[in-house]
């Protein structure tokens, strides 16, 4: 199947029909709403924040944010997409028409976290030829950056077209000064889920995204390694059920305290309803 | 557009991001509407610290709304009160704010003493109240950020980004 990245500009592949079919579809609203929980408990908020949600479209993965008890600000370049989510009654958020590429026109220490959900691989498909992908990743990052407040994190599921992509993406992330990491959710299968998960932090590059369980931490370097171990063949998939066994005889033999294996052990959560 | 955001935003062109006349944004023309949202004081009591008083001052004024901000931010009565007293480290608890740690039990007593009638009053007032129709314009560079049914129009020309 073609990448809808590859077709159109955002604004023109979300137009009024595309819009209606996405946001209707309960096969989506359930991938997105699992996507959504799965941000929320990586940004690990400890009280209701403000949230900003990029490239929300029709707000089904904000609609989860208002669930949890935040208050969230979501930016779509989509106008279609926002005139769904005007008509939507969960929508609660405060709406925009604005372009992540342009940057983020916040002051600083705006945001206690941002998620996006399915949009940054957008930023790599340039709409004119007078933008280059590397300047909107740079603005978006940069203003990412500078809109959320010291400690917070942001959490972007994106769909990266190949290795490159994703590359280039975290790369931009980590340029912009953020610590960056890397989680993937049923890796190695075509249903692969992959979480970008970033923390703003002093000084240490690796901040508070080292010690989360399962993300790889991203500068050039481990990059590079994780492309070389993805192809050797033998190795457990990073967040399969096998990885994650063994990944638990590890701690455990480091005296460390886990959870219990069950039946439930490496399988995604469901939608929350 | 809730009073919240525009709190918070700030003129999306390059050459306005460094002077301080592009915040806030100035409403024209603005039709005010309300919308109800559930009251959470742990929310208030989060966002405050981060509110830009006179940014307020100055919105609400424009949109004939000035009776309904305090004199000052809560928040800071609260600690001024309690810096007189002189038994609170303020500088340290500014540098603990300012390394992003989470803060310890001085905040808590804080958040109790802001009463929960000024907070109901500013929730109304932020998350409650609202421009559905009119603009946003930079007082630095002029630019008229329209807003259409509560939805501002943050986009920008190719040559001022
Ligand atoms: C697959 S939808 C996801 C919408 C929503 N986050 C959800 O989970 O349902 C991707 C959205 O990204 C938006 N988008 C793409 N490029 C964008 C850009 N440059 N700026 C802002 N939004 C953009 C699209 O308009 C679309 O609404
Ligand atoms: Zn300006």
Redesign the interface.
């Given at each position: 199947m073609s990448r809808p990245e590859d077709l159109l500009p955002p604004d023109l592949y979300y137009n009024d029909t595309e819009s209606a079919k996405y946001t209707t579809s309960s096969r989506i609203q359930n991938i997105q709403a699992s996507m959504t929980n799965r941000a929320l408990e990586l940004l690990d908020l400890?009280?209701?924040?403000?949230i900003l949600d990029i490239g929300c479209g029709s707000g089904l993965s904000g609609e989860i944010l208002s669930e949890d008890?935040?208050?969230w600000?979501g930016?779509d370049?989509s106008p279609s997409m926002?005139d769904i989510a005007?008509q939507r009654e969960d929508v609660?958020g405060?709406?925009?028409?604005?372009?992540m590429g342009?940057?983020i026109?916040?002051?600083p220490?705006?945001f206690?976290a941002a998620i996006s959900i399915s949009a940054i691989q957008w930023l790599c498909n340039a709409e004119?030829s007078?933008?280059s992908p590397e300047g909107r990743l740079r603005?978006f990052f940069d203003g990412l950056y500078a809109s959320l407040?010291?400690?917070?994190r942001a959490v972007c599921q994106f769909y990266p077209k190949n290795d490159q992509q994703r590359t280039m993406i975290s790369q931009a992330a980590v340029r912009a000064g953020f610590g960056a990491g890397i989680l993937e959710d049923d890796g190695g299968t075509k249903n692969v889920k992959t979480y970008l998960v970033l923390s703003?932090g002093?000084g240490d590059i690796t901040g508070t995204v080292s010690k989360m369980e399962g993300v790889d931490i991203e500068d050039g370097r481990k990059l590079r390694e994780a492309m070389h171990r993805g192809k050797r063949k033998g190795e457990d998939i990073k967040g399969s059920k096998q990885w994650i066994l063994k990944k638990k005889e590890k701690m455990k033999n480091k005296g460390k305290i886990v959870k219990s294996d069950s039946k439930y052990t490496g399988r995604r959560r469901g939608p929350k309803f | 557009?809730?009073l919240?955001?525009t709190n918070?935003?700030?003129?999306?062109v390059k050459t306005c991001k460094t002077s301080p006349l592009s915040?806030p944004l100035h409403f024209k023309d603005a039709t005010l509407e309300r919308?109800e949202?559930d009251f959470?004081p742990?929310?208030m009591r989060?966002?405050l610290p981060?509110v830009?008083w006179d940014a307020l001052t100055t919105t609400a004024t424009e949109l004939g709304l000035q009776a309904l901000v305090p004199a000052k931010n809560p928040v800071d009565v609260v600690e001024q009160s309690r810096g007189d007293d002189g038994d609170i480290d303020v500088q340290a608890e500014a540098e603990a704010d300012?390394?992003?740690?989470?803060i310890n039990a001085t905040e808590t007593n804080a958040d109790h003493e802001i009463e929960e009638e000024i907070l109901r009053r500013l929730h109304n007032l932020l998350?409650e109240t609202?421009v559905v129709e009119g603009k946003l314009v930079c007082g630095n560079c002029g630019f008229e950020y329209p807003i259409k049914?509560?939805?501002?129009?943050?986009?920008?020309p190719?040559h001022l980004?």
């Open positions: 400890d009280r209701p924040s403000f008890g935040h208050i600000v930016m370049i926002l005007l609660e405060d709406l925009f028409l604005a372009d342009q940057g026109p916040f002051r220490g705006t206690d004119t007078d933008v603005r407040r010291r400690g917070a703003v002093g | 557009m809730k919240l955001t918070f935003l700030t003129c999306a915040f919308t949202i959470d742990l929310f989060n966002l981060r830009n300012a390394e992003g740690t989470t998350l609202g049914e509560g939805v501002g129009n943050f986009l920008l190719a980004v």
